[in-house]
């Protein structure tokens, strides 16, 4: 299991924008595969984006946010990053990024077997 701590949440006007980071520790950080889920107040805790582990090659977006969202990852610095931009009231929640060693590509938050402490991402209209 990695350790994993994000930060970079805060609150922004609607239309602006945040970048998410996603500190992994350990030295096998290429092995997971890596995904940021949202929770919304009142709601339930939602797929955001997916990488691939090594080269992150393969990525995945809710519709939601498909456009104005991007996952990248730095295996050199155990990170991976949201960039999100046009955010919107809809995006406020509290972000968390979860991690999976291997090659599966499931969306399931049940299948990441590491999680992180969240960080609240609020958007004001």
């Known amino acids: 299991q990695v350790q994993l701590v994000e930060s970079g949440g805060g609150l922004v006007q609607a239309g602006g924008s945040l970048r998410l980071s996603c500190a992994a520790s350990?030295?096998?950080?290429?092995?997971?595969?890596m995904g940021w889920f949202r929770r919304a107040p009142g709601k339930e805790r939602e797929f955001v984006t997916f990488?691939?582990?090594?080269?992150?090659?393969?990525?995945y977006y809710a519709d939601s946010v498909k456009g104005r969202f991007t996952i990248s990852r730095d295996n050199a610095k155990n990170t991976v990053y949201l960039q999100m931009t046009n955010l919107k009231p809809d995006d406020t929640a509290v972000y968390y990024c979860?991690?999976?060693?291997?090659?599966?590509?499931?969306?399931?938050?049940?299948?990441?077997?590491?999680w992180g402490q969240g960080t609240q991402v609020t958007v004001s209209s």
């Open positions: 990488i691939s582990w090594n080269g992150g090659g393969n990525t």
């Open positions: 350990g030295r096998t950080f290429s092995s997971y595969a």
């Open positions: 979860a991690a999976r060693w291997g090659p599966s590509m499931s969306l399931r938050p049940d299948d990441f077997g590491s």
